[in-house]
């Protein structure tokens, strides 16, 4: 069993990797396109799923959804706020 130990979790990485990469918005995809990413990570077993996971994923700034805005300290800071009176 042990032998074969990591067989199995460089096949479950990868299956976990190729899953993500197609469930992963299109334009977000950091680096290569996402068809490339799949096949890089079939291909190339460990290589690629670790490129993926460190290189490729996509992140807040490429999903645009970077930092919240900072809370105003006082209402009449708040232009959603004021816009309402």
Known sequence: MGRYLPIIIVALLMIYCVVEVAQAPPLAVRRMPRWLWAVAIIC??????????????PNAESLGTSRPRPRPQAPDDDIDFLRGL
């Open 44 to 57: 190339v077993p460990l290589v690629g799923a670790v490129a993926w996971l460190l290189l490729g994923r």
